[in-house]
């Protein structure tokens, strides 16, 4: 499996705790922030989605339906105002992105 199904972002990566990059939006409001956080959430589900449909079986399509679905609730739980739960999902979600990306 590429990853657990957790409640904060590390959790995603098997970690306890994620320390994102720098801020690499430093000079960007917070507004355009969540933007980028919505869209990676999107890419991430695109993932999941593709592997949904390429599942050989209902098991397995299960089991990437109930990431697509944390992904949409971590995003609903997520204060579009918390400017640094928005970059620890960011980076931890690109970083999920890349190792389903990489996986076969």
Request: hydrophobic share 40%.
């Amino acid at each position: 499996m590429i990853m657990s199904i957790g409640g904060h972002p590390a959790t995603l990566l098997g970690r306890s705790s994620v320390t994102p990059e720098p801020d690499p939006f430093e000079n960007t409001d917070t507004a355009m922030v969540y933007d980028i956080f919505a869209e990676t959430g999107n890419q991430l589900i695109g993932r999941y989605m593709a592997r949904y449909y390429a599942a050989e079986d209902a098991a397995e399509r299960d089991k990437w339906w109930q990431l697509v679905l944390k992904i949409r609730d971590d995003r609903r739980a997520v204060d579009p105002h918390d400017r640094q739960a928005l970059l620890e999902h960011i980076s931890a979600w690109k970083q999920v992105i890349a190792e389903v990306a990489a996986a076969p």
